[in-house]
């Protein structure tokens, strides 16, 4: 591991150097454990022995710090309340629940310890736990394992959802995570998980609730995360051919969300379209909407627009799940629609 930590030294040196989000979260996990003893990992499969983590993001880890870094029985309830045990107890845990869907089977030990007990102890006890989990709908893996399901985490006080579109932010914002002291739900993007992008400089922790501007514009502030983030990038870049300027937000932290950026933005453009994979009903954009609303009514120049995925499962057909997710024809439309 001291080799690959050499290399990745190396890359990020590099400006021009390039790495998938794995290989970023990869480094963020390594770092993390290196610089604070306090740092565990757990969940299922993440050991070597196990194969280092089903999407190999825990790769090695276990090799160089030991029991630091165990597999874990499959059981989200009984492994997610020792992380809430754990963190409770000084330690810093980083848990693994393999895909986003599994968290229904632990939310009591979520919703109401991780999330409650600082409130209920009077700020006396902190629960400085990282509940990494991937999703998104593409992979053909069915509706019991691709739920985009950030909404359930965003209602519930105390929890913190972190959401990356890129390698860059997932290194920043995974070491900014494990290092704050609340819960905080960490949803990594499956499909792009091996798409690359620029490395990360070793040890620069990405403030949470900190959007970033991606792009500057004039007429429409369009605001996504993850991978919606990604999907909003080429319809941009075709609409400004048009001279149709959009800035675009990327959330990074969904929850709590930085509302200074995106009133800013959009008190400029007096336009907004928030993009999502989730549902549509009662999403994150419904909520972002209704903030925008009601802080920026005078000044919209056009009602904001929501772009999600339809209200049902995700589907395992492939014909299906296209159909399922909203489109760029969609964004676009919804783009051209506030400028009507």
């Known amino acids: 591991m001291a080799n690959a930590a050499s290399s990745a030294g190396n890359a990020a040196a590099n400006p021009s150097a390039t790495v998938t989000t794995v290989q970023a979260l990869n480094w963020a996990l390594h770092d993390a454990l290196e610089a604070d003893p306090n740092v565990i990992v757990f969940g299922e499969d993440v050991a070597d022995a196990e194969g280092g983590g089903v999407m190999g993001v825990t790769a090695k880890l ?4 030991g029991t630091r870094v ?3 029985p499959i059981s989200e309830m009984g492994f997610v309340g020792a992380g809430v045990g754990a963190a409770m107890a000084g330690m810093r845990p980083v848990v693994e629940i393999m895909l986003m869907n599994f968290t229904a089977v632990c939310m009591d030990m979520i919703t109401n310890h991780a999330a409650k007990l600082r409130f209920m102890s009077g700020g006396q006890t902190s629960v400085p736990l990282v509940l990494r989990m991937t999703t998104g709908s593409g992979m053909g893996a069915g ?3 691709s739920d985009f399901l950030e909404a359930w985490f965003c209602h519930t006080a105390g929890l913190k959802v972190v959401a990356p579109s890129n390698p ?15 819960p905080v739900i960490f949803i990594e993007h499956t499909p792009s998980y091996w798409a690359s992008g620029p490395a990360p400089v070793r040890g620069e922790r990405i403030a949470l ?3 970033k501007i991606v792009r500057a514009g004039k007429d429409v502030t369009v605001i996504g995360y993850a991978r919606s983030l990604l999907d909003s990038v080429p319809v941009v870049e075709k609409l400004a051919g048009e001279g149709i300027d959009c800035e675009l937000i990327d959330l990074r932290t969904v929850w709590p969300p930085d509302m200074d950026t995106i009133l800013s933005s959009v008190a400029k453009t007096g336009r907004a379209v928030i993009v999502h994979e989730a549902v549509r009903s009662c999403g994150v954009g419904a909520e972002l909407s209704s903030r925008i609303h009601e802080r920026l009514w005078g000044q919209l120049k056009a009602p904001v627009q929501r772009v999600a995925a339809k209200d049902c499962p995700v589907p ?3 014909v299906l799940e296209t159909a399922f997710l909203y489109s760029a024809a969609e964004i676009e439309a919804a783009i051209r629609k506030t400028l009507t």
């Open 70 to 72: 165990r597999s874990t």
């Open 168 to 182: 860059r932010d997932a290194y920043g914002l995974m070491l900014s995570a494990i290092f704050d002291n609340n």
């Open 143 to 145: 509706g019991q394992h």
């Open 209 to 211: 609730s900190q959007a």
């Open 62 to 65: 276990s090799t160089q710090f």
């Open 316 to 318: 395992f057909s492939k």
